[in-house]
């Protein structure tokens, strides 16, 4: 192409809004600024032009020469320990507000399900009192330095008790509404000043590529371009419109790739190309960016790809993603924190301890439990030239230029600012109940039963119709999901009691397995779907992704009503697109509601006709919906892509379309699970000592990240201790005691995550390990293995260890296949073998292996007897 021609493309790319000419290109080098906007926001471009390389950003906030000498003078200002401090990021569990003077340290966070002093009730005002204690203390340092508080606010503010909780991501990508997301930015930072924190780890801009993934929800779209407009609107509705200072820190997360991982692996491998990086995963960040986001997040996953020359392996260590392509690159000048122990999963590095991750360009590394190990560490590191000075001058020149950008240097505390400690500002509900209604998506509408008559008789049925737990997913209240009960929720709506709210309370009769005889109804509506989950728990490997598999119980609740003289209606409630093909058969009617929040009137206001002047479902998917329950990866451009509905697909709620009987045929439980070969030689674990790459771990309320074994084999907490002990020679074996105040854990653990285990099920093994009992235990004792928390599959062994004999060596064989059974992923085993208890126990261990053909030897121990 002639240099003349090149340049009238160029014209073309930039007057489309996707380009900007940037004050500060490179000759040849793309640069991307402000979007093109429709409706005041954003705008979803139809498409976006390939770009060659990583672009540079150009980034709508900047600082001026005065803020740079300020941030310069301060640096010089600081010794080294209290450089460090300012990197490091504690959790507000495990370090006081003293602690935070003494050590000058820059953050803290509330990891999720987190709260002050472990109230998951505490009020706004408790919230704040917390953070200007935090607040003080490090105003009262030499250095003077205010401390910024960080917390995971996907959704809302979700760990604050009485929050209005917006849907997860992957409805508002299906709302196609840019100013919607700002919105909601902009509600989540008062939230945020209700509760006293400063910064939030959102957006996020994974751009899922195989929905087995536990985050897809998380994930506005596979399609990249809803992402990049999205993740521009997210940031300037936390951050605000100001070009100097900004109000809550946005977080641009998980840097970079981590929705392409293979086969949806949580924390796994993404092979993707450089221009699948470029064109792909990064587009949310170049919006992101843009918009003045001043953080980001590495994503705890990897970057490999040997055909295209990329062995990056884990990014918290890639100088390559971190320096040369996010700060450099891409002109990043912001700060680049780690994600929980992140560092620690980078090959010869620990949870304290990683050079190459501070090497990589790693700014703040999160360590929640770990600080002053870590602090100490560095220092040290940093004296003996693993790290050099410079490194670390950059990184708190990023913190500090920061915190003056966020007004933190010369700010209030906390109970100052505005909306501080107010419960009115935790909520949101109008703006919630209309982001429901924008993210409904009307897949089946088979002769117009929806919407309903403004007075209809409806039986209500289904798990999900009356649990805000199940409305609101992952990331509420608990890091899961879990544990939570409608009382968790005062200011919430559920499905069941927004229709009530719509159509009359005595129109309405409820019965969650469906009981009732739906003769006499109008209707009967079914709220069914996925139960919460969150990183890790939600990935589902290599099972099905048919939902009858998954939740049987729902298919149950549907053939109970279907067919009985009124119609279906199915609202689904999940985090994906699953196969629902023997539910959409059973429905007449079929909506994905996705994860709602907890304004579940939102969803019956578009169920009923002429609630509001609004027009009914405006929703379209924003992902591919599988036409078979093994159809994954599924996104366009595929060879041979076929999904059921395809992206943009959504009824109107006066669309009139059939959708006939849908193929039932069932995989079974499980997908493509035939490979990993037969193993034939042991896997040592542990004999006469840690066998590499596994080493000894204890862990309790103490310290659930994990304290190593020392080199001469102990470790201690207050409910478990381990030393070095005699089994079948001396000091072959690790002695551990239980002292019943507390739960405590043994294990072996692999720091540099899954090995793919799944030729030992294919070779009928067994774990092995000599034992001697030296007190047996009293309560639950449970042998388990771990995929990666929280993928864990665990026995109950309390029998097996009561039925030895005391005092005397014994072997024990467990077969692998029980831990399958439970729920082991096979394909990334990081704890092949761990021992819990929360009651007194002494035992010593040793020979611990995996055996091929174990499993077949007469004394293995059979499943059935474990449970």
């Not at 049925?461 to 609101?472: F, H, I």
């Not at 992952?474 to 559920?494: C, E, H, I, M, R």
Request: some cysteine.
């Amino acid at each position: 192409m002639s240099r003349r021609h090149l340049g009238a493309v160029l014209a073309a790319v930039l007057a489309a809004g996707c380009l900007s000419a940037g004050a500060h290109a490179s000759p040849g080098r793309p640069v991307v600024g402000e979007p093109r906007t429709e409706h005041g926001c954003a705008r979803i471009e139809k498409s976006l032009p390939v770009l060659p390389d990583w672009p540079e950003v150009d980034s709508r906030v900047e600082s001026g020469a005065g803020d740079e000498r300020r941030v310069r003078a301060l640096l010089n200002s600081m010794t080294l320990a209290e450089k460090v401090g300012q990197m490091t990021q504690p959790e507000i569990t495990a370090i006081t507000p003293d602690e935070v003077r003494s050590y000058g340290i820059g953050s803290v966070l509330n990891g999720a399900g987190s709260s002050p002093g472990g109230d998951k009730h505490a009020s706004p005002g408790t919230w704040v009192a917390l953070a200007d204690a935090f607040w003080a203390a490090s105003t009262s340092s030499r250095t003077r330095v205010p401390l910024i508080w960080g917390t995971t606010a996907v959704h809302g503010n979700n760990n604050a008790f009485g929050a209005t909780l917006f849907p997860h991501n992957i409805g508002l990508g299906a709302a196609h509404d840019p100013c919607l997301v700002r919105d909601i930015g902009r509600a989540t930072a008062d939230q945020l000043r209700a509760t006293g924190q400063d910064w939030t780890y959102a957006p996020g801009l994974s751009v899922p590529q195989d929905d087995r993934w536990g985050r897809t929800y998380e994930g506005y779209s596979e399609d990249p371009r809803i992402t990049r407009a999205y993740g521009y609107e997210a940031v300037k509705g936390l951050q605000g419109s100001d070009r100097r200072r900004v109000d809550v820190l946005a977080t641009a997360k998980y840097f970079i790739g981590d929705g392409g991982t293979l086969r949806g692996r949580d924390q796994g491998v993404t092979p993707a190309t450089v221009a699948e990086m470029v064109n792909t995963h990064a587009q949310g960040y170049y919006g992101a960016l843009a918009a003045g986001a001043q953080a980001v997040m590495v994503s705890y996953s990897s970057w490999t790809n040997a055909d295209h020359g990329i062995g990056e392996g884990k990014l918290h260590g890639s100088k390559r993603a971190v320096t040369d392509v996010l700060k450099g690159r891409m002109g990043f000048d912001g700060l680049v924190l780690s994600d929980w122990n992140g560092i620690g999963q980078v090959p010869g590095c620990s949870n304290y301890s990683c050079p190459q991750a501070i090497n990589a360009g790693i700014d703040v590394v999160v360590v929640p439990t770990d600080w002053k190990e870590f602090i100490a560490t560095t220092v040290a590191q940093v004296e003996a030239g693993h790290i050099p000075l410079s490194r670390i001058d950059d990184a708190v020149t990023r913190i500090l230029r920061v915190k003056l950008r966020a007004g933190v240097l010369d700010g209030v505390k906390p109970s100052s600012r505005a909306h501080a400690g107010s419960a009115k500002a935790l909520e949101a509900r109008k703006l919630a109940r209309a982001a429901v209604r924008g993210s409904q998506v009307l897949l089946k509408n088979n002769g117009g039963v929806l919407p309903l008559k403004p007075r209809a008789k409806v039986l209500v049925v289904g798990k999900s119709a009356d649990s805000l737990q199940n409305q609101t997913g992952g990331w509420t209240l608990t890091w899961q999901g879990t544990g939570n009960t409608n009382a968790d929720f005062p200011v919430g709506t559920t499905v069941l009691g927004g229709l009530r709210e719509v159509l009359g309370a005595g129109n309405v009769v409820f019965s969650e397995t469906g009981d009732v005889d739906p003769a006499g109804f109008d209707a009967v509506v079914a709220v069914l779907g996925e139960t919460p989950y969150a990183e890790g728990t939600g990935d589902i490997g290599r099972r099905t992704l048919e939902a009858a598999t998954l939740y049987p119980q729902d298919l149950a609740v549907l053939d109970k009503v279907r067919g009985r003289g009124a119609p279906v209606v199915t609202v689904y409630l999940s985090g994906r697109p699953l196969h629902v093909n023997k539910e959409l058969n059973r429905s007449d009617a079929f909506v994905a509601a996705w994860l709602p929040g907890t304004e579940g009137g939102g969803v019956a206001d578009l169920l009923v006709r002429g609630r509001h002047t609004y027009p009914g479902f405006t929703g379209t998917l924003s992902y591919s919906w599988p036409r078979a329950a093994c159809q994954t990866p599924l996104n366009p451009g595929q060879e041979g892509y076929d999904p059921l509905f395809a992206p943009g697909y959504g009824l109107k709620s006066w669309q009139r379309t059939t959708i006939g009987q849908l193929d039932e045929t069932s995989p079974g439980a499980r997908c493509d699970d035939d490979g990993g070969g037969t193993a034939t030689e042991d896997l040592r674990l542990f004999v006469d000592g840690d066998v590499a790459p596994y080493r000894g771990y204890i862990s309790s309320p103490d310290n659930w990240d994990g304290t190593e074994l020392g080199p001469d084999r102990t470790a201690a907490h207050s409910s478990i201790s381990v030393a070095p002990a005699d089994v079948n020679a001396p000091g072959d074996a690790v002695g551990a005691t239980w002292t019943g105040t507390g739960p405590g854990q043994f294990y072996l653990l692999d720091p540099a995550g899954g090995a793919d285990l799944r030729g030992y099920r294919n070779a009928d093994a067994a774990l092995v390990f000599d034992v001697v009992v030296h007190r047996p235990p009293t309560n639950r004792t449970a042998l388990g293995t771990h995929c990666g928390w929280p993928c864990v599959a665990e026995v109950d062994a309390t029998g097996v260890f009561t039925g030895l004999p005391v005092g005397r060596p014994s072997t024990v064989k467990i077969p692998v296949s029980c831990f399958a059974a439970g729920g082991l992923d096979l394909e990334k085993v990081n704890i092949p073998f761990l021992v819990f208890t929360d009651g007194p126990f002494q035992a010593s261990f040793a020979n611990v292996r995996w055996v091929p053909k174990a499993a077949q030897d007469p004394d293995a121990r059979a499943c059935s007897d474990l449970t």
